[in-house]
């Protein structure tokens, strides 16, 4: 065990217990944070089944990218029961619906050594798969000190990301090296990780690119369509805290369009109805299921599951996380079903994504709050140019597809001679 390694086994044992104090903070806003506190703390957890596939990914984002890749490692491994886990409320209920009858969910104790240990003995998966850039040397540890093979799959790394990493070197770097594989998003995610000391990393796409429209999707349209009436719809999606307030105070008075606002996180459903409340600004609430006003100007998304439903009625969309300093949401949702996007400066956790997108034609880049009303109105008035960049979005997605099942097939390239073919 390395130096790094032991300070770092002796600090997260110190700030345990802060753990519970962070968890009630959380919880003042989101009750949920109060709940399952068995499973964080790796106390009198329930059981979990054992011998199969572990997947973890940290949170809302993650655990949808994961779809394609579970129903990927379901077709190969068919008879592996599968267990998630995530570190979010909202990530685990969004496992729970997604993944419900498919998977067990709980979810991950927090990185102590004792924790890491006995979770990963409870669980005994016969592989592990940690999705994008969740890093926890322990966690690593335990997995590779018992042989449990362990993968970082959809792995990316930001430069910002990278230079944090780069400041604890010496724990990272052995983190990575005892991954049985990475495989990352892009060449330039590759290059960065590769600098920090991981060993064994292929470069296999995007499993982002493989999420499509869920079942019931075009009643789900007919049904906001209904209630939206005739207008045009622009939507205004995953939007972050302080993003809401600059878009409401530049939205002109003579916008020619509904505005579908869908905030990132639901916690804050209530203080964005707040925000428009406070400003004058004539707004209504999915979640009163009542048809929108004439008057109204906001549809405030105040609901779950309904994110390709909106961009599939939208007539363009902005994808938020993108005009403050935050590195952007997923573009590639909208592109998907064919919505035109613009997307506001910061893009550094969709950054191979983005550059394949603007030069597809399928996104354009807008500086500030201001030009994203300017651009959407441009492109409610031109028909043509909506045309063109939807079906751009629609090329720039199916050229990209296909990372999931690579995944797996390297996956099971890896295993070979560690998992009996019979069994899987």
Known sequence: MSAALGAYRLLTRALLPLARVYLRRRAR????????WDERFEQNAPPLPQGGIWLHAVSVGETRAAVPLVEALGRRFDTLPLVMTQMTPTGRETALQLFAGRATVSYLPYDTAANAAHFVERLAPRFGVLMETELWPNLIHACHERRVPLFLANARLSEKSARGYARIRPLIAPALAALTGIAAQSEADAERLRALGALRVEVLGNTKFDCSPPDGVEAQVSALRALAGPRPVVVLASTREGEEALLLDALPEDFPALVVLVPRHPQRFDAVATLLAERGIAF????????????????????????????????????????????????????TVGCPVLIGPSTFNFAAASQAAFAAGAARQVGDAAAVWSGLGALLADAGRRHDMGQAGLAFAGEHRGASQRIVDWIAG???GQLIRQDI
């Open 414 to 416: 890896h295993l070979e």
């Open 29 to 36: 806003r989101q009750p949920a944070y109060l709940e399952h």
């Open 284 to 335: 209504q609430r999915r979640s009163d299921m009542v048809p929108v006003a004439a008057s109204t100007r906001v549809w405030l998304g105040d609901s779950m599951g309904e994110l390709f439903g909106w961009y599939s009625l939208a007539d363009a969309a902005f994808v938020g996380g993108s005009l403050l300093p935050l590195g952007g949401q997923n573009l590639i949702e909208p592109a």
